[in-house]
């Protein structure tokens, strides 16, 4: 259920850090470190490196607003698509339930 529903604050958020998630949430960074760690390995999100995205941020017609290109060195974590059809499958269930 934590999951999901970090999932769900990722998707709304866009991309986010640990510290984030950690305040967000109430838990420890130590327990969100280890939940991302589960949905990476399941390849929900991905890891966003502003090192190592240089030319992606290069291209963006954002990079004059975003602070990720700003923010050297610092990890933030977005969903992948794998992670997007999860939650829209996710929601499709529960709006079908309703009806």
């Known amino acids: 259920m934590f999951l999901k529903k970090m999932l769900e604050y990722i998707s709304d958020k ?7 998630i950690s305040q967000q949430f109430g838990v420890p960074k130590s327990f969100v470190e280890h939940a991302f760690q589960e949905l990476l ?13 240089k030319i992606t941020c290069a291209s963006c017609p954002l990079k004059n607003v975003c602070y990720i290109g700003k923010s050297k060195g610092i990890k933030h974590y977005v969903l992948t698509e794998k992670g997007k059809e999860l939650l829209s499958r996710e929601n499709k269930l529960v709006v079908g339930a309703s009806e």
């Not at 866009?14 to 984030?20: F, L, R």
Request: proline share 0%.
């Open 41 to 53: 390995r399941k390849e929900y999100i991905k890891m966003f490196n502003s090192e190592d995205e």
């Open 14 to 20: 866009g991309y986010v850090k640990v510290d984030e």
